[in-house]
């Protein structure tokens, strides 16, 4: 992966709440400037907890992040005023429209008065500002919580599932914003999820975590690399040597037992080697892919 300047590295990033229970492993995470990055995994696989170390809301003092090339802990102040965040739910007040709410927020940031109004036309939320905040429907709220987390101007945005729980619309409405937010107004951003599907239409660069580790790191073409270099194919013949004479210089193969485990780039490959054996009459009696866990998942992160 060809990586320019990092907006966020973590070096070995590990982080347990329970001494002897990590939840954490040795996380290097690599946000390129200018990014999107995909955070991705299974429920509990501890991207909340990654994002709240980023941010300082679980205390770390060891200096295994940097943002903006700094260590984070002791130059957290600054750091911070250059990041925009949504972590759980948005805490938006129900009775205050939607610029009385910005209002709030831009009083406590020292924000421009006329920064409402920007960020306001920017989450597309100029035509809704005056009604009340319960008014909104949920994909309007988190729009309204995106624009409280660009009063200040950041470089870069982290958000923690920004469409859970929104409907197709909605989604489609986050992702919108998110493109332009990272395309005209030049601000990487970290935006985590359980769905591939949800992130994959606009990330540049993807990491997946699973139960605390970062089992892969890298751009949208390196992931497909990635999944299909997993498939291995089991297959049971008549004539084991033969069989793997007749197709050893195009695949890499191993012999368990009786069985015959070749590593595949893809499922049209299932049929190649179907082909070249019925073709030099050996007799198939089973041709299995075999599930890793990392099939397991995919799948679990690919939508359903
Ligand atoms: P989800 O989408 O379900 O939130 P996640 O990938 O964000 O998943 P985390 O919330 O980071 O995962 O949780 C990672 C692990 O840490 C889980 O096993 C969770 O039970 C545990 N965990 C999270 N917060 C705490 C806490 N405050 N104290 C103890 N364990 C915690």
Redesign the pocket.
Known sequence: MIINKLIIETRNLDFS?HQGIP?LRDINLQVPAGSIYGFL?P???????TLRLLLGLIKQEESSIQIFGQDFWPNRIAVLSRIGSLIEQPSLYAHLSGSENLEVFRLSYGSDKKRIGEVLDIVGLSSAKEKKAREYSLGMKQRLAIAIALLHQPDLLILD?PTNGLDPNGIVEIRELLRKLNQEHSITILISS?LLSEVEKIATHLGIINQGKLIFQGTQAELQQFKTAALTLSAEVNDLPKATALIKNSFVIKQVDRQLLISIQNKEQVAEIAQIWVKNQIDIYQLALLKSDLEDLFIQIINA
């Open positions: 709440f939840i995994g429920n509990g696989a501890g991207k909340t907890t599932e359980h």
